[in-house]
């Protein structure tokens, strides 16, 4: 049986930004696979080069065993593709507004009319779907565009960042719906950059930083290949550079340490990788006593996907999400992304 989704060493470039360096990974059918990475890691562009949006400059990318990039026309038929954000007509209904959309999927009439109302109940739409979209809060615009794409019943869905903005009781009724989708039996490929997110609902998953693949699996093989416990330590609120070095050594002589990180951008604190099951925290703060520096926090966890992705690019998902910020021109963007 092909796999939902193959791609294999992707690239991209617009101008001289290497959006996507050479990205590989593998969709099966019927689970959730995550793209997890910060803004402008590369998932949008990896997403859109697969739904035939963008065009790669090379790399070889299949739908249910269509190449997307030979038989683009066929390749459509298989996915439903839900943007990050849909520029909706506010005076439509939400009713008129899927009637379009159907339209454009060429469904029959009378397919199109129980579509439409099968999806406006199952997204808890139906009392709303003659109100004009203007109208609607962030969650139910949300859930119309979910809707929108499940129009032609795609054997996979395609959702860019689709909880981007929504309070956490409208992400939930997404992660739920996403969940009853793979139920039924529909493959979901989801882009996020919010960790919680895919470590709730991926099945599997691929870490995405700077157009490159750090990592693949599931969020708990992922979790275990990063070994121990964690434990965070500030030495103080802000520590100066030659205390965390100092740190750094002596706590590399405790047997039970296995790795010890110096987080600049977090007002170098160290974050530890310390044997399981051990009760390293006494230990620690007595040993650091030892050498004439105190301990203003120190908290022992399990490895969470921030850890893999800490492991795999030495700093934090929230970092790498502060360093993005601020790079990047939006709008010369979306006017370039309108051409490509
Ligand atoms: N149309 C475009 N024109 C020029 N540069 C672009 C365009 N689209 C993306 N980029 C650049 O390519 C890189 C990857 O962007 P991309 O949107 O794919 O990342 P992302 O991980 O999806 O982030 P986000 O969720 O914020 O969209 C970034 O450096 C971005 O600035």
Same mark, same amino acid.
């Given at each position: 049986?092909?796999?939902?989704?193959?791609?294999?060493?992707?690239?991209?470039?617009?101008?001289?930004?290497?959006?996507?360096?050479?990205?590989? #990974?593998?969709? =099966?059918?019927?689970? $959730?696979?995550?793209?997890?990475?910060?803004?402008?890691?590369?998932?949008?562009?990896?997403?859109?080069?697969?739904?035939?949006?963008?065009?790669?400059?090379?790399?070889? $990318?299949?739908?249910?065993?269509?190449?997307?990039?030979?038989?683009?026309?066929?390749?459509?038929?298989?996915?439903?593709?839900? &943007?990050? =954000?849909?520029?909706?007509?506010?005076?439509?209904?939400?009713?008129?507004?899927?009637?379009?959309?159907?339209?454009?999927?060429?469904?029959?009439?009378?397919?199109?009319?129980?579509?439409?109302?099968?999806?406006?109940?199952?997204?808890?739409?139906?009392?709303?779907? %003659?109100?004009?979209?203007?109208?609607?809060?962030?969650?139910?615009?949300?859930?119309?565009?979910?809707?929108? @794409?499940?129009?032609?019943?795609?054997?996979?869905?395609?959702?860019? =960042?689709?909880?981007?903005?929504?309070?956490?009781?409208?992400?939930?009724?997404?992660?739920?719906?996403?969940?009853?989708?793979?139920? *039924?039996?529909?493959?979901?490929?989801?882009?996020?950059?919010?960790?919680?997110?895919?470590?709730?609902? &991926?099945?599997?998953? &691929?870490?995405?930083?700077?157009?490159?693949?750090?990592?693949?699996?599931?969020?708990?093989?992922?979790? %275990?290949?990063? @070994?121990?416990?964690?434990?965070?330590?500030?030495?103080?609120?802000?520590?100066?550079?030659?205390? *965390? /070095?100092?740190?750094?050594? /002596?706590? /590399?002589?405790?047997?039970?340490?296995?790795?010890? $990180?110096?987080?600049?951008?977090?007002?170098?604190?160290?974050?530890?990788?310390?044997?399981? %099951?051990?009760?390293?925290?006494?230990? +620690?703060?007595?040993?650091?006593?030892? $050498? @004439?520096?105190?301990? #203003?926090?120190?908290? /022992?966890?399990?490895?969470?996907?921030?850890?893999?992705?800490?492991?795999?690019? @030495?700093?934090?998902?929230?970092?790498? =999400?502060?360093?993005?910020?601020?790079?990047?021109? +939006?709008?010369?963007?979306?006017?370039?992304?309108?051409?490509?």
């Amino acid at each position: 049986m092909a796999a939902a989704v193959v791609i294999e060493h992707l690239k991209k470039k617009y101008g001289a930004t290497e959006a996507v360096k050479d990205i590989s #990974f593998h969709v =099966e059918k019927g689970e $959730i696979f995550g793209l997890l990475g910060p803004n402008g890691a590369g998932k949008s562009t990896t997403i859109r080069c697969l739904c035939t949006l963008a065009k790669p400059d090379e790399g070889k $990318i299949e739908v249910c065993g269509v190449s997307v990039r030979d038989r683009p026309k066929e390749a459509r038929k298989y996915f439903g593709y839900v &943007a990050q =954000e849909v520029a909706l007509d506010k005076m439509l209904t939400g009713r008129e507004l899927l009637k379009l959309q159907a339209a454009l999927y060429h469904l029959p009439s009378a397919l199109a009319r129980q579509r439409i109302e099968q999806l406006l109940n199952l997204l808890g739409l139906q009392d709303y779907g %003659d109100q004009k979209t203007g109208t609607y809060s962030g969650g139910l615009r949300r859930r119309l565009d979910l809707a929108s @794409g499940l129009l032609h019943q795609p054997q996979l869905l395609v959702l860019d =960042e689709p909880t981007v903005g929504l309070d956490i009781e409208s992400r939930f009724v997404m992660w739920d719906f996403l969940r009853q989708l793979r139920e *039924a039996g529909t493959t979901v490929l989801i882009t996020s950059h919010y960790l919680e997110e895919i470590d709730a609902l &991926a099945d599997r998953l &691929a870490i995405i930083d700077r157009g490159l693949v750090l990592a693949e699996g599931s969020p708990s093989q992922l979790k %275990d290949q990063v @070994g121990g416990d964690r434990v965070t330590l500030r030495i103080r609120e802000f520590t100066p550079p030659q205390e *965390a /070095q100092q740190a750094k050594q /002596q706590l /590399q002589t405790l047997p039970f340490v296995e790795e010890v $990180i110096i987080n600049e951008a977090q007002g170098h604190s160290l974050n530890l990788v310390v044997q399981r %099951d051990c009760n390293p925290l006494t230990q +620690i703060e007595q040993n650091l006593q030892s $050498i @004439g520096l105190p301990t #203003f926090s120190l908290a /022992q966890s399990r490895p969470s996907l921030d850890d893999v992705y800490l492991a795999a690019t @030495g700093r934090t998902l929230m970092d790498a =999400e502060l360093a993005a910020a601020g790079t990047r021109d +939006i709008k010369k963007e979306q006017k370039q992304a309108m051409k490509s």
